[in-house]
T-cell receptor, first 117, second 109 residues
Framework: EAQVTQNPRYLITVTGKKLTVTCSQN?????MSWYRQDPGLGLRQIYY???????DKGDVPEGYKVSRKEKRNFPLILESPSPNQTSLYFC????????????????FGPGTRLLVL | AQSVTQLDSHVSVSEGTPVLLRCNYS??????LFWYVQHPNKGLQLLLK??????LVKGINGFEAEFKKSETSFHLTKPSAHMSDAAEYFC???????FGKGTLLTVNP
């Protein structure tokens, strides 16, 4: 089954304790991205990756890191989480970046709900 | 620069009545436009997409949207709302992926 998986689905942590949220897709997609969703703000892109070893900042990258060492995986790293990073996080993938239609046809993971105390 | 504006943060309709969710965009490029739906506690699902092949686009679950370049709009409609349509809906414009802030649709029995 074609899908995007995220782990963990729920996470409670404390300020400053490094954490990683994993994201994996099995569709051989080139483009992957991370979003956070906050009430009243919609989805905001954190980082995106156009292919292996190619990543770039989205609209709200501060406090986050990513890496793309393999095509299927795109982990999100919070080196020193803070309470303002409490949010619902979504990973998404799409076939390619070169076509607007294909780039916008995104497959979303189920979400990771993070609470930073 | 590009942006997308969903004109209503919340729309409430009665079951069986029409649905209209409004979206306006601005883009320096010929845009690709999308609507996504998010049901409670679920991820986002693609509802429909505008690919420039036809200005009226049909999606899943009876939804459709019409691209109007002169009005820079891409409003989402459905002739008759169903209880299962209650969800949050996001309009998206691509070149750089930009999401609207969402419209929460509630359907009253």
């Amino acid at each position: 089954e074609a899908q995007v998986t995220q782990n963990p689905r729920y996470l409670i942590t404390v300020t400053g304790k490094k954490l990683t949220v994993t994201c994996s897709q099995n569709m051989n997609h080139e483009y992957m991205s991370w979003y956070r969703q906050d009430p009243g703000l919609g989805l905001r892109q954190i980082y995106y990756s156009m292919n292996v070893e190619v990543t770039d900042k989205g609209d709200v990258p501060e406090g986050y890191k990513v890496s793309r060492k393999e095509k299927r995986n795109f982990p999100l790293i919070l080196e020193s989480p803070s309470p303002n990073q409490t949010s619902l996080y979504f990973c998404a993938s799409s076939p390619t970046w070169t076509s607007g239609v294909q780039a916008g046809t995104q497959y979303f993971g189920p979400g990771t709900r993070l609470l930073v105390l | 620069a590009q942006s997308v504006t969903q004109l209503d943060s919340h729309v409430s309709v009665s079951e069986g009545t029409p649905v209209l969710l409004r979206c306006n965009y601005s883009s320096s490029y010929s845009p690709s436009l999308f609507w996504y739906v998010q049901h409670p506690n679920k991820g986002l699902q693609l509802l429909l997409k505008y690919t420039s092949a036809a200005t009226l686009v049909k999606g899943i679950n009876g939804f459709e949207a019409e691209f109007k370049k002169s009005e820079t709009s891409f409003h989402l409609t459905k002739p008759s709302a169903h209880m299962s349509d209650a969800a949050e809906y996001f309009c998206v414009v691509v070149y750089k992926l930009t999401f609207g802030k969402g419209t929460l649709l509630t359907v009253n029995p």
